[in-house]
């Protein structure tokens, strides 16, 4: 595995030059980070559609999720953002292209939406021009999938489902949502509430201050795991199979907020 010392000490949106390399990707492609001697780290949804991040305390997957977020709804995506934490993405809640919700009751219901835009979507055989790229972002995804659970529970009839319709409805998005232009960021170990197959379907894995434990189970592929670095911003993306040190890119609320508040008024 290449030596993490190469890695740049800190990457940040207001290094020089960063913002416009911010923008010049093509749309669906979003700025992970920075790997050794400067390779960047990148996701393409098209090619890779979901995108699982799991990190020990301290390991910025709030800051990521932020990250990428704001780079798909800078190209034109829209997102409905699950907010398990309740504050931890204020700074999208003035956002005219977002859905925020906080509460449980909240995301149940925008989940169970979600399922039939999403059956919306696929009838349209394709025809997907009008249909904006959607980015279902869930942080501290783990609790929010017991939450939900315990809530279906509490108003669940004899004759409906045992599984929560919320959690079933992100299991179709996660086997379905490539055809339908729909892409799940899960902060999470995403163990529990998913069926072994919906997991799998997580095709880019961010792994930072993990144990080994955790590593073999969500990167197996990967070999075994690296030591893990108490730098700020220190990650290892798994893609096809390999693990990229990485150095993340780190972008502020307001940043993002701003960046994306002066897009819109440039489209206005």
């Known amino acids: 595995m290449t030596n993490t010392t190469t890695l740049p000490q800190v990457l940040r949106f207001t290094d020089p030059g960063l913002r416009e390399q911010l923008e010049a990707l093509p749309e669906g492609t979003a700025l992970i980070g920075i790997g050794t001697d400067g390779t960047a780290i990148a996701i393409d949804v098209d090619h890779a559609p979901h995108i699982l991040i799991c990190t020990g305390t301290g390991g910025g997957s709030t800051t990521i999720l932020r990250t990428l977020t704001a780079q798909f709804l800078h190209q034109g995506a829209h997102a409905l953002v699950l907010d398990g934490p309740l504050v931890a993405h204020l700074w999208t809640k003035d956002l005219p292209t977002v859905t925020h ?48 659970a315990r809530y279906w529970e509490t108003f669940r009839r004899k004759d ?7 959690i079933t409805a992100l299991e179709d998005v996660l086997h379905a949502g490539r055809q339908a232009r729909i892409h799940v960021l899960y902060n999470g170990r995403a163990s529990g509430s998913f ?23 969500l990167a197996p592929i990967a070999g075994p795991a690296p030591k893990s670095s108490a730098h700020t911003g220190r990650a290892h993306v798994v893609q096809d199979g390999t693990a990229h040190p990485t150095q993340l890119l780190l972008m502020t609320d307001a940043e993002a907020a701003d960046w994306l508040t002066a897009t819109a008024a440039g489209q206005s």
């Open 195 to 217: 069926a072994p197959a919906a997991r799998e379907q997580f095709a880019t894995v961010i792994l930072a201050r993990v144990s080994a434990g955790t590593w073999q189970r």
């Open 101 to 148: 919700r906080g509460s449980i009751a909240g995301i149940h219901d925008a989940l169970v939406g979600l399922a039939a835009e999403l059956q919306r979507r696929l009838h349209l055989d394709g025809d997907l021009d009008d249909a904006p790229r959607l980015m279902v972002v869930l942080d501290r995804a783990d609790d929010t999938m017991r939450h939900l």
């Open 160 to 166: 409906d489902p045992k599984k929560s319709p919320a």
